[in-house]
T-cell receptor, first 113, second 113 residues
Framework: SQQGEEDPQALSIQEGENATMNCSYK?????LQWYRQNSGRGLVHLIL?????REKHSGRLRVTLDTSKKSSSLLITASRAADTASYFC?????????????FGKGITLSVRP | DTAVSQTPKYLVTQMGNDKSIKCEQN?????MYWYKQDSKKFLKIMFS???????INETVPNRFSPKSPDKAHLNLHINSLELGDSAVYFC????????????FGPGTRLTVL
């Protein structure tokens, strides 16, 4: 069954603007991860935030997690045309070898040059 | 250096045939996964193996049989292919102790005619 629901489903912005993507989920989680998928390629892991963390940064990426609202957001600052891709949130309810990612439907981000 | 590789990249076959997809990772990870991504980009886990032991078998028809000859390889054999099996299949790997996200292969696009 599907766990993460991303919002919006599609986002189009101008280069240099910030892009904010949201993800909601339904059950308790161990961690939440964001992935990027360029057209015709495999997924690339961007960032992982654990259930006891509230915010995490990696370069131009900022992720927040609100476990009380069961939601997360991914902010990409100063977007570039190369950021054009699909972005997926994935929740991990297991630990160790029982880790199991459940993906949302994805958000299509288009960054116009 | 390719971290997670899959062969073949494209597979076109007739209904009823049997086919295999191979996956290899050179990251020294102890866990490998198979995912199916449908035409709407929805990504769902099928199997996971940890140190060659089956951990997750996510209600996949038994026409699908994974095999892990060693920690670096996880192959997927599909018997009696059906039209609904058409999808992109991704292999991934991770090191569960590190809990740092999964590394995905480039995908195998399977088309069943």
């Amino acid at each position: 069954s599907q766990q993460g629901e991303e919002d919006p489903q599609a986002l189009s912005i101008q280069e240099g603007e910030n892009a904010t993507m949201n993800c909601s989920y339904k059950t308790s989680i161990n961690n939440l991860q964001w992935y990027r998928q360029n057209s015709g390629r495999g997924l690339v892991h961007l960032i992982l935030i654990r259930s006891n963390e509230r915010e995490k940064h990696s370069g131009r990426l900022r992720v927040t997690l609100d476990t009380s609202k069961k939601s997360s957001s991914l902010l990409i600052t100063a977007s570039r045309a190369a950021d054009t891709a699909s972005y997926f949130c994935a929740t991990d309810e297991g630990t160790g070898a029982n880790s199991k990612l459940t993906f949302g439907k994805g958000i299509t981000l288009s960054v116009r040059p | 250096d390719t971290a997670v590789s899959q062969t073949p990249k494209y597979l076109v076959t007739q209904m009823g045939n049997d086919k295999s997809i191979k996956c290899e990772q050179n990251l020294g990870h102890d866990t490998m996964y198979w995912y199916k991504q449908d035409s709407k980009k929805f990504l769902k886990i099928m199997f996971s193996y940890n140190n060659k032991e089956l951990i997750i078998n996510e209600t996949v028809p038994n026409r699908f049989s994974p095999k892990s000859p060693d920690k670096a390889h996880l192959n997927l054999h599909i018997n009696s292919l059906e039209l609904g099996d058409s999808a992109v299949y991704f292999c991934a790997s991770s090191q569960v102790v590190k809990a740092g996200g999964q590394f995905f292969g480039p995908g195998t696009r399977l088309t069943v005619l």
